[in-house]
């Protein structure tokens, strides 16, 4: 008997077929394995950043001397002789102890209180542009660590505005252990804030994230204090002015830019708003020169006013 080899090869490969049982398709496996590109390089352009930075610590000068303790003390029946970046000089006769005490404190209430506005606008416009939500970050943020850090440190070394508040006040212990306490809160709690608010700027990639929570902290924190710094070695009263004023403030008081840039870098960027990128902006940076003129050139000298 002859056998067609062929032929039943043929029929037992078509019966195993039939018996074996449907199995799933995979679709991936179909097509080509995408190919990721290149991360998109998010661009923070330093000039951008510095001029936003020379605009805020500008307008913090302006806030804490002119605002908080010269239109405090005119506000009160008060004179003033002269507005400088790390100075408000009174004239003619002397405010009351309780007047004088409102004015010494109205310049660090002045920094919290823009602290406080400027948060909220960091919460209200989540879709602003890039620049000005930066701007309403770091304006919330020097002006908070300025306000707290005045109200700590200087009252546990003795000097400042607050040991104005704070003279002849009965329970005078109770009551500056208070203001440093409540000044270090304050300082922790805008810290706390700041760091929240940074997330949304960051990267999602790890190392650009890294970088750019280094310029969004580090760079302004430098530019604003060498320009404060600059600003008091023009000052009429004295040099040591720039030390206990400009250096204090701007280096020491918002040295919790330095501690979130060590923190930002270990973050992770924030999940609900895609990061977006802060390109040069010539009209960020045309006030920002404003600002430094204004700061240096005008503030560091400082504005007399004759009675």
């Known amino acids: 008997m002859l056998f067609n080899h062929n032929a039943v090869q043929a029929l037992t490969c078509t ?17 080509e394995p995408a190919i990721s590109g290149p991360c998109i390089q998010l661009a923070t352009d330093l000039a951008t950043v510095v001029a936003i930075a020379l605009v805020v610590y500008a307008s913090s000068a302006v806030l804490h001397e002119a605002v908080g303790h010269g239109l405090t003390s005119v506000l009160l029946g008060g004179k003033v002789a002269l507005i400088a970046s790390t100075v408000c000089v009174p004239a003619g006769d002397p405010l009351g102890q309780n007047a004088a005490r409102l004015v010494a404190a109205a310049g660090s209430v002045m920094n919290l209180s823009a602290a406080a506005v400027f948060r909220g606008l960091l919460s209200r416009f989540r879709a602003a542009s890039p620049w000005l939500r ?4 770091l304006t919330m943020t020097v002006n908070g660590f300025i306000g707290a850090g005045y109200m700590a440190v200087p009252t546990l070394i003795g000097f400042g505005g607050w040991m104005n508040v704070l003279q002849g006040l009965q329970g005078y212990w109770f009551w500056r ?3 440093i306490c409540l000044g270090v809160i304050l300082y922790g709690v805008i810290w706390y804030v700041a760091m929240r608010e940074l997330q949304p700027f960051l990267s999602q990639e790890v190392s650009q994230s890294r970088s750019r929570a280094i310029k969004l902290t580090l760079i302004p924190y430098l530019a604003g204090g060498l320009a404060f710094c600059l600003a008091g070695l023009f ?3 004295g040099m040591k002015l720039v030390l206990i004023s400009a250096a204090a403030a701007a280096f020491g008081g918002t040295s919790g830019l ?12 924030g999940a609900t708003v895609p990061p977006r990128a802060l390109a040069r902006n010539w009209r960020w940076i045309i006030m920002g020169l404003v600002s430094a003129l ?3 050139g005008v503030l560091g000298p400082g504005v007399r006013f004759h009675h």
């Open 177 to 179: 252990g208070s203001v």
């Open 235 to 237: 000052n009429p009263v």
């Open 258 to 269: 330095v501690w979130l840039s060590v923190i930002a870098i270990r973050l992770k960027p």
């Open 294 to 296: 204004l700061l240096i």
């Open 15 to 31: 019966t195993l077929c039939r018996n074996l049982p449907d199995l799933p398709m995979e679709p991936e496996k179909l097509t």
């Open 134 to 137: 930066y701007f309403f970050w």
